[in-house]
T-cell receptor
């Protein structure tokens, strides 16, 4: 079946550097994508979303890029901080019931 | 409440026993989801409730799993005759309504360990 997957299971960056977390999706009918952040022992928290009629959306220190041609989604975090250490999931909205399909996640570790 | 509340936060049970997990969604949220998260893995969709419509049970892994929701309030996920492979964190989420551009808010989950 179709699924959302991530290119890298782990990512380590130096504090202050920019982070880029990638996600590939395969359901061309998906029209809404969300990035979630999950800190240890907590439930996922919404970071930013994007609709399929957009290529880019910016938030506070985060930017999501959507490339529909290659079905690729990325999350960019500017000036990464220790508090950004977490697992990041991309999710797509699929099906008539609008349930979210999640990828396996990327563990981001910020090095001092 | 201020957020999605799940109980218990941790549950250890013996293989073969039944367990019941509870989710209190954010007041007024019509949509409620249950997900399972195995260690080091992503979120696996289990079941979805939207208002008074029939739930989408397409993600339930076996007939040992069932869930109920009373109106637009509390939901319970029941696992009968638990097996070791049921060990996971069970996450509940709610959203205002199920449509595009609707953020889902997650609880902290129930960590289930079957021994």
């Amino acid at each position: 079946g179709e699924s959302v997957g991530l290119h890298l299971p782990t990512l380590s960056v130096q504090e202050g550097d920019n982070s880029i977390i990638n996600c590939a999706y395969s359901n061309s009918a998906s029209d809404y994508f969300i990035w979630y952040k999950q800190e240890s022992g907590k439930g996922p928290q919404f970071i930013i979303d994007i609709r399929s009629n957009m290529d880019k959306r910016q938030g506070q220190r985060v930017t999501v890029l959507l490339n529909k041609t290659v079905k690729h989604l990325s999350l960019q975090i500017a000036a990464t901080q220790p508090g950004d250490s977490a697992v990041y999931f991309c999710a797509e909205n699929t099906g008539s019931a609008r349930q979210l399909t999640f990828g396996s996640g990327t563990q981001l570790t910020v090095l001092p | 409440g201020a957020g999605v509340s799940q109980s218990p936060s941790n549950k250890v049970t013996e293989k073969g026993k039944d367990v019941e997990l509870r989710c209190d969604p954010i007041s007024g949220h019509t949509a409620l989801y249950w997900y399972r998260q195995r260690l080091g893995q992503g979120l696996e969709f289990l079941i979805y409730f939207q208002g008074n419509s029939a739930p989408d049970k397409s993600g339930l892994p076996s007939d040992r799993f069932s869930a109920e929701r009373t109106g637009e309030s509390v939901s319970t996920l029941t696992i009968q005759r638990t097996q070791q492979e049921d060990s996971a964190v069970y996450l509940c989420a709610s959203s205002l309504y199920a449509s595009v551009n609707t953020e889902a808010f997650f609880g902290q989950g129930t960590r289930l360990t079957v021994v």
